[in-house]
């Protein structure tokens, strides 16, 4: 039996994820289950996170992953490319020595515990499109 993965609030919705669950992957389900138009997100937990950073001449992202941290913070949103959602995540991570990492997050799993996501959803659709001059992902109003 699959245990509940989010809750409905007033604001939108509550998801905790368990170790093993992709984040992006949980996100992109409850937005198409619930037709969400466009959410804030914010988060915290324990994860094994990969980040990007962006290569504006390559117009790619140079990424490095992050094994058994805790997310001190994920904010990002939800919005819709193509007919399908469209996540944009960032965090700052910490590890075992207290270092921390920060950027953009390209893939999240669920590490030792849980994952907390908040979702304060939005009335209008929101967009996503490639910006020529920059070719990365812009979210339109």
């Known amino acids: 039996m699959r245990v509940p993965r989010y809750i409905k609030t007033p604001t939108g919705y509550l998801m905790v994820l368990?170790?093993?669950?992709?984040?992006?992957?949980?996100?992109?389900?409850?937005a198409k289950a619930e037709n969400v138009p466009?959410?804030?997100?914010?988060?915290?937990?324990?994860?094994?996170?990969?980040?990007?950073?962006?290569?504006?001449?390559?117009?790619?992202?140079?990424a490095k992953t992050f094994s058994n941290v805790e997310m001190g913070s994920i904010?990002?949103?939800?919005?819709?490319?193509?007919?399908?959602p469209s996540i944009h995540l960032h965090g700052v991570a910490g590890d075992s020595n207290f270092n921390a990492y920060a950027g953009h997050?390209?893939?999240?799993?669920?590490?030792?515990?849980?994952?907390?996501?908040?979702?304060?959803?939005?009335?209008k659709k929101l967009e996503r499109a490639v910006d020529a001059?920059?070719?990365?992902?812009?979210?339109g109003l």
Do not use: P, Q
Request: negative net charge; aromatic residues 10%; hydrophobic residues 50%.
């Open 105 to 123: 997050l390209l893939d999240l799993e669920v590490g030792t515990g849980s994952m907390e996501i908040t979702l304060v959803v939005h009335d």
């Open 133 to 139: 001059c920059i070719g990365a992902n812009v979210l």
């Open 38 to 62: 466009a959410a804030s997100v914010t988060a915290l937990g324990f994860a094994h996170a990969t980040f990007g950073y962006w290569n504006a001449d390559r117009k790619e992202f140079d």
């Open 75 to 84: 904010v990002g949103s939800v919005a819709w490319k193509d007919g399908a």
């Open 18 to 30: 368990r170790m093993g669950d992709n984040a992006f992957a949980e996100l992109t389900k409850l």
